[in-house]
């Protein structure tokens, strides 16, 4: 894998748009002070009570004769899928490009998805899911499992990047949502109305105006699909925290929400 990355811009707007209708429904609960319904996010179906409890994430034996290989996780639910990603790091960490190529093809859409949401604009989104992977290829031979996620680690440099970039004042947030289609459908529920006045514009805007920890474990969460324990690894923070993080995060959001939203 030479030269600039070529970014995919294909990264899966059927995910992301479940994820935001799993944002919705829980500020709508919120909002009006019903017990949280089992939803759908990036990730697949969530059950009602997800905001408090999480299995943490799986973990594998590594391959390729390192000494922490033991010590592979990965978050994937299909256990052929996992232990073919925790080869492919063992065979990046000793050097392979084609093996880190095929790490790239299947993370690169969760990391632009991740920094296209925490920034708004595809341009900046492409360019950092490019530093990314180029600083994770050449920290390969460092990398070290201890119970680490692979995709965890990806997300960590993508967040540290992203907190980089706006520290050093290079532009400004972006507050448009033209990549993301408006929320007009019709909604089922005991409140369409509310529902639907939450569109994907409003959510978003209002998402970018919490507190830096609370936007990240959000995103992560309900629009990246990520598990309790993969976040907490991104964020530095323990399990516990990161439920606590997330429930204030949606209440944050919907106490943030303009006063016609929230009726």
Known sequence: MTGRVIIKTEWGS???????DALRAAVAAIILGQPLPALSTAGGSVPAGWLLSEAAVSSGPGRGGYDDAEHAA???????????????VELARGG???AFGMLYDHY???????LFYRTRSQQLAEDLTSETFF???????NFRWQGKDFGAWLMTIARNLCTDHFKAGKTRLEVTTEDMATHDDATEGPEPAVLASL??????????????????????RFLQ?????????VLGRSDGAVKQLQLRGVRNL?????EGVRG
């Open 108 to 114: 690169q859409g969760s990391v632009y998805r991740f």
């Open 199 to 220: 569109t994907n514009e409003v959510l978003l805007q209002t998402l970018g105006e919490l507190p830096d920890e609370q936007r990240d474990c959000l995103i992560m």
């Open 135 to 141: 600083r994770a290829l050449r920290s390969m031979s």
């Open 254 to 258: 919907a106490k943030r929400l303009p």
């Open 225 to 233: 699909g990520m598990s309790i324990a993969e976040t907490a690894e």
């Open 14 to 20: 059927s995910d992301g748009a479940r994820g935001l």
């Open 74 to 88: 990965s978050s994937e639910d299909d256990e052929a899928e996992r232990s073919r990603l925790i080869a492919l």
């Open 96 to 98: 392979d490009k084609d």
